[in-house]
């Protein structure tokens, strides 16, 4: 009886400490971390110059057409604002398309240790007896024996299935 207490107690034992490893592990997991940088760079001059005879505007301003420059995976391109786009991102939209192919192609080399050729001694009523096995054919499932002893000789095919 107590035996089987024991081998209970012992079993417990076991699955409580399994249950412990399960709950204490944890196993690390890789980061993904994406990386946004953002730069806003506006040159504004202003100069107080002379104006010339012929000219009736009191101000001059010149605005150029902002540019947006975008890095992918270290790759820059840059996109300018249509002509019928009176700001950035009015009409159109910035649009990413990304594609991601992978092919996993393992190849397992078969390493074969069956062995084909068996030698086998036996016992009969007219003496000892020998008996060999061996493959006749590259196949596995093909074989050949040759068996007996002085006075008879036997051979035949096996089908192995």
């Given amino acids: 009886m107590n035996n089987i207490i024991y081998a209970l107690a012992a079993a417990a034992l076991f ?51 902002p540019e947006l420059h975008v890095k992918v995976n270290e790759k820059e391109f840059i996109v300018q604002k249509a002509d019928n ?9 910035l649009s990413m ?8 192609n393992i190849t397992v080399p078969v390493i074969d240790k069956t062995r084909r050729y068996s030698v086998g001694v036996g016992l009969s009523k007219d003496g000892m007896v020998g008996l060999l096995n061996f ?15 002085s ?3 036997m051979g035949g095919l096996t089908f192995n299935f």
């Fill in 15 to 65: 699955l409580a400490g399994y249950n412990t490893h399960n709950y204490l592990h944890t196993c690390p997991v890789a980061e993904t971390k994406v990386v946004t940088e953002y730069k806003d760079r506006v040159q504004t001059e202003v100069v107080y110059i002379p104006k010339a005879a012929e000219e009736k505007a009191d101000i001059n301003i010149k605005i150029n057409k």
């Fill in 85 to 93: 786009e009176a700001y950035l991102f009015e009409k159109n939209k």
């Fill in 97 to 104: 398309t990304q594609t991601s192919n992978t092919d996993l």
């Fill in 135 to 149: 493959p006749v054919s590259k196949r596995e499932y093909i074989g050949g024996w040759v068996a007996g002893n």
């Fill in 151 to 153: 006075d008879i000789q």
